[in-house]
């Protein structure tokens, strides 16, 4: 009976132990200077060259000044940006072989909350390869070919993916997107993100009629979730067990 009790109690432990163990790092990807490329389902992305700068700081503050209250100066760090995206886009083609272009480029300048935000955003499209059988999206290029972000790089995939692979590790890791410091090594850069897949299923009663059902990934998140259901619906049986032991006295 003992034993019977331990193993129970064993089990429910390690639902727990799972479920704390893979809850996602609760940080933002805010770290002042960024390069942000956010996936599509179609392997194009949205790419966003950020600067934050703290207006409380007086060189900060001198910093964002001189670029806000500079027309000439807003567009040559626009086509700074554009210039580096465009060659983003012929190394991603040309390590790929897939036809990499890039987009028009915008420029940004806000205040807000005592932040002053340079923001320039650009596109890649067709940079990440796709497998639409099974929703799955790759991105490697331009990183592996030598592409120098010289900040903080942040990947993100598309709505309802799930990031289930990254090479190097990343410095932070949410669900469904990373980033890595701006001395990580991207040599071998490599980001999966798999998103829901839709299964076909017979009807019953050997009908010849089909439905379709949605099928999530499997993730560290499900697993930790399912783990903790299930040792939470054995503490009745514990308790059941315990009172069984008891009344046989």
Same mark, same amino acid.
């Given at each position: 009976?003992?034993?019977?009790?331990?193993?129970?109690?064993?089990?429910?432990?390690?639902?727990?132990?799972?479920?704390?163990?893979?809850?996602?790092?609760?940080?933002?990807?805010?770290?002042?200077?960024?390069?942000?490329?956010?996936?599509?389902?179609?392997?194009?992305?949205?790419?966003?060259?950020?600067?934050?700068?703290?207006?409380?700081?007086?060189?900060?503050?001198?910093?964002?000044?001189?670029?806000?209250?500079?027309?000439?100066?807003?567009?040559?760090?626009?086509?700074?940006?554009?210039? *580096?995206?465009?060659?983003?886009?012929?190394?991603?083609?040309? /390590? =790929? #072989?897939?036809?990499? &272009?890039? @987009?028009?480029? !915008?420029?940004?300048?806000?205040?807000?909350?005592?932040?002053?935000?340079?923001?320039?955003?650009?596109?890649?499209?067709?940079?990440?390869?796709?497998?639409?059988?099974?929703?799955?999206?790759?991105?490697?290029?331009?990183?592996?070919?030598?592409?120098?972000?010289?900040?903080?790089?942040?990947?993100?995939?598309?709505?309802?993916?799930?990031?289930?692979?990254?090479?190097?590790?990343?410095?932070?890791?949410?669900?469904?997107?990373?980033?890595?410091?701006?001395?990580?090594?991207?040599?071998?850069?490599?980001? *999966?993100?798999?998103?829901?897949?839709?299964?076909?299923?017979? /009807? =019953? #009663?050997?009908?010849? &009629?089909? @439905?379709?059902? !949605?099928?999530?990934?499997?993730?560290?998140?499900?697993?930790?979730?399912?783990?903790?259901?299930?040792?939470?619906?054995?503490?009745?049986?514990?308790?059941?067990?315990?009172?069984?032991?008891?009344?046989?006295?």
């Amino acid at each position: 009976m003992r034993r019977l009790v331990a193993a129970v109690l064993a089990l429910c432990t390690v639902g727990v132990v799972l479920a704390s163990a893979v809850v996602p790092v609760a940080a933002v990807h805010t770290t002042g200077h960024s390069f942000t490329v956010q996936l599509a389902e179609n392997g194009d992305a949205t790419v966003v060259v950020e600067d934050r700068y703290n207006l409380s700081n007086e060189s900060e503050a001198a910093a964002f000044e001189a670029i806000a209250s500079n027309e000439s100066r807003q567009q040559q760090h626009r086509q700074q940006v554009a210039a *580096r995206l465009d060659r983003g886009a012929s190394l991603a083609a040309d /390590a =790929s #072989g897939r036809e990499v &272009q890039s @987009g028009e480029v !915008t420029i940004e300048v806000t205040e807000t909350n005592g932040t002053g935000i340079v923001r320039v955003q650009g596109s890649w499209s067709n940079v990440a390869a796709v497998n639409t059988k099974f929703n799955i999206l790759e991105l490697r290029q331009p990183f592996q070919s030598g592409f120098e972000v010289n900040r903080t790089l942040v990947v993100a995939g598309p709505d309802a993916y799930t990031r289930v692979s990254t090479t190097p590790a990343p410095s932070r890791a949410l669900k469904s997107s990373a980033y890595w410091g701006q001395d990580a090594d991207l040599s071998a850069f490599f980001i *999966r993100f798999e998103g829901p897949t839709t299964a076909t299923v017979s /009807a =019953s #009663g050997g009908g010849s &009629q089909q @439905g379709t059902a !949605t099928v999530a990934p499997i993730t560290s998140e499900g697993l930790a979730a399912f783990a903790l259901a299930a040792a939470v619906a054995l503490v009745p049986v514990v308790l059941l067990v315990v009172g069984f032991g008891r009344v046989g006295r």
